[in-house]
């Protein structure tokens, strides 16, 4: 089976511009959750999608959204780009139960 | 505020030590606690612990969860120089299932 793949692996930005980063689920799950990952924080719970629905969020502003289509495919999306949002983005897909797996992640730095 | 706290944030031993990962945690309705390692970029899966005093092993690897105490530790003996990476320790809480709290990971660098 395939593991979680993300795209694109690595982005540079400027401020102010948005970004849309892609998710790919293992085969047959339908469990989404994305993170984001900086030395001073952590790991840090952004949102989950399930069935296209947005099942839970983290404590974010608005201008970090997602979305997930029919076939569990997922996008994340972050507007007006500020220099904090430079991170590493985790995605990670479960068939349901606590444990998630994870994609190799997309490196953003905002200029 | 729900949370989980990991000890020591960094490590540095040699190789062939035995070492122990500390994580303990406070939420508001435990699931399971769950234990990753991530080297480069993607954590990988280590184990899954939901009941007590019950003994998780995968090779020098093993884990237990004391939920009175609230915490578990990862034990790695004879390690290598490969055991080196950031050792995280997630809690699944509240809501619905796959919402994990993450701690901020301990640094384990194992030197020849």
């Known amino acids: 089976k395939a593991g979680v793949t993300q795209t694109p692996r690595y982005l540079i930005k400027t401020r102010g511009q948005q970004v849309t980063l892609s998710c790919s689920p293992i085969?047959?799950?339908?469990?989404v959750s994305w993170y984001q990952q900086t030395p001073g924080q952590g790991l840090q719970f952004l949102f989950e999608?399930?069935?296209?629905?947005?099942?839970n969020k983290g404590n974010f502003p608005g201008r970090f959204s997602g979305r997930q289509f029919s076939n569990s495919r997922s996008e994340m999306n972050v507007s007006t780009l500020e220099l904090g949002d430079s991170a590493l983005y985790l995605c990670?897909?479960?068939?349901?139960?606590?444990?998630?797996?994870f994609g190799p992640g997309t490196r953003l730095t905002v200029l | 505020e729900d949370k989980v706290v990991q000890s020591p944030l960094s490590l540095v031993v040699h190789e062939g030590d035995t070492v122990t990962l500390n994580c303990s945690y406070e939420?508001?309705?435990?699931?399971?606690l769950l234990w990753y390692k991530q080297e480069k970029k993607a954590p990988t899966f280590l184990f899954m612990l939901?009941?007590?005093?019950i003994e998780k092993k995968s090779g020098r690897l093993s884990s237990i969860l004391d939920k009175k105490e609230l915490f578990s530790i990862l034990n790695i003996t004879a390690t290598q120089t490969g055991d080196s990476a950031v050792y995280l320790c997630?809690?699944?809480?509240?809501?619905?299932?796959?919402?994990?709290?993450f701690g901020k990971g301990t640094k384990l660098s194992v030197k020849p």
């Open positions: 997630a809690v699944d809480y509240g809501g619905s299932q796959g919402n994990l709290i």
């Open positions: 999608y399930f069935s296209e629905t947005q099942r």
């Open positions: 085969s047959g799950h339908r469990s």
């Open positions: 939420v508001t309705n435990f699931r399971s």
């Open positions: 939901t009941s007590s005093g």
């Open positions: 990670a897909s479960s068939h349901g139960s606590s444990q998630q797996y």
